[in-house]
């Protein structure tokens, strides 16, 4: 019976060493298992993180831009009014000279000298528009040409037409103030550059 007794044992033995080396593989399996579903949870967390990453950064400098792209175009606005308030300021004190000329004695020489051009320019029949102040001041006047008063002319100089040859010409300090405005905003360094 003692041999019955140890063979029990045995055999009990070796079915718990077949039941803990079965533990053990499933043990082993599972822990394979946990790794490899470990192990693709964090490279899709991970390729979601740099999505995300990826994502949010793109819109961060998107916003940036913008915010940069509104700060240039504020910053151009603010210095192109600048800009313009400087031009007219200095337009201001040009048509004030222009106005302080206008009382000169070169003033009237130089009012005939422009009439004479304006009428070999347009030809007989040429009529010469003045402010009523300067009409005193043109005499001597090319043959062919008439003076009449403008009442637009406040500044002075003159403007000249001749309607049998649709011809028309503007000599006026205004005028001459006017076309220069290009030339200095182009050359007075006063360029707008973000």
């Known amino acids: 019976m003692l041999e019955l007794n140890v063979r029990a044992e045995q055999f009990l033995a070796s079915i ?12 082993e399996k599972t822990d394979a298992e946990v790794e490899a579903a470990l ?13 995300t990453v990826a994502f949010e950064t793109a ?19 603010a210095l192109a009014k600048r800009r313009a308030e400087l031009a007219d300021a200095v337009f201001a ?10 009382r000169t004695d070169d003033y009237g020489p130089w009012l005939r000298a422009s009439a004479a051009a304006l009428a ?11 402010r009523s102040a300067d009409l005193p001041l043109l005499t001597d006047l090319p043959a062919g040409c008439t003076v009449q008063a403008d009442a637009a002319n406040t500044l ?17 300090l205004a005028a001459r103030l ?15 550059a973000l």
């Open 16 to 27: 718990r060493a077949e039941g803990e080396r079965q533990c053990a593989e499933i043990r």
């Open 39 to 51: 192990s693709e949870a964090q490279k899709t967390e991970a390729a979601r993180a740099e999505s």
């Open 59 to 77: 819109r961060a400098k998107t916003q940036a831009n913008r915010a940069l792209s509104a700060a240039r175009t504020e910053a151009r606005g």
């Open 93 to 102: 004190k040009a048509q004030q000279k222009l106005a302080d000329f206008t």
């Open 120 to 130: 070999k320019r347009l030809g007989a029949g040429t009529v010469l528009y003045a």
């Open 156 to 172: 002075g100089g003159l403007r000249a037409e001749n309607p049998s040859a649709a011809l028309a010409a503007d000599d006026t």
């Open 178 to 192: 006017a076309a220069q405005r290009p030339w200095f905003l182009e050359n007075a360094g006063l360029e707008i």
